[in-house]
């Protein structure tokens, strides 16, 4: 029940879960290029 | 006779906690890039700036032990910074999707507004409960947001 050890597991398996599912999603990337891309032709 | 026993297993009882429940506990915080991703087309022509931003109720700690009552004896802290390990995470997946990470635009931010681990008690066992919790919002050139969500992971280690 005191295990810090046990939390860092807990931990580990969290971040796996927030980044697949952040980059697993097209909306992000399409949101990325679409970004890039104004940037680009504000220049 | 039975008080003096009492009164030494309270003794032990409040030794053996003090030792380990009532003491601070440091752990290494790591991650292991997802494998095989697959290049975002485009992605070698962007560069982005990723900045993080730290929002946690409670940023010296990631967790804390608690005693057989459920009452908070001490925290959990991590040794590494959450804010730059939040920002090598993320660069490393971008990365990896074939992005280029410097002074660019688009800045995506990220403010991580929970990373903490809980305890939940069982009748023989507990489980350790880990809740992370991050605002991603990507910007235009007008300044408009032109990706707002929040992302969610949990992690549950069971047995403990």
């Given at each position: 029940m005191t295990s810090g050890a046990n939390a860092k597991i807990a931990l580990d398996r969290a971040f796996d879960d927030l980044m697949s599912n952040l980059f697993s999603r097209p909306d992000f990337h399409d949101a990325v290029g679409r970004a890039a891309a104004s940037y680009v032709s504000v220049q | 006779m039975n008080r003096i026993k009492t009164l030494l297993a309270l003794t032990l009882v409040a030794l053996l906690g003090s030792g380990c429940a009532f003491s601070v506990d440091r752990i290494d915080l790591g991650y292991i890039p997802q494998a095989g991703v697959e290049q975002v087309p485009g992605a070698q022509d962007i560069t982005v700036d990723v900045a993080v931003r730290?929002?946690?109720?409670?940023?010296?700690?990631?967790g804390y032990k608690q005693n057989g009552y459920g009452v908070e004896t001490a925290a959990i802290v991590a040794n590494q910074d959450v804010t730059t390990f939040f920002e090598q995470m993320l660069e490393a997946e971008l990365q990896a999707r074939g992005y280029r990470i410097g002074e660019g635009k688009p800045a995506i931010s990220c403010e991580v507004d929970s990373f903490q681990n809980k305890w939940q008690v069982g009748m023989w066992s507990g489980s350790a409960i880990a809740n992370a919790r991050m605002l991603v919002k990507i910007k235009d050139a007008d300044q408009n947001y032109i990706y707002s969500e929040t992302i969610t992971g949990e992690g549950i280690h069971k047995g403990v």
């Open positions: - | 730290d929002v946690r109720p409670q940023t010296d700690r990631v």
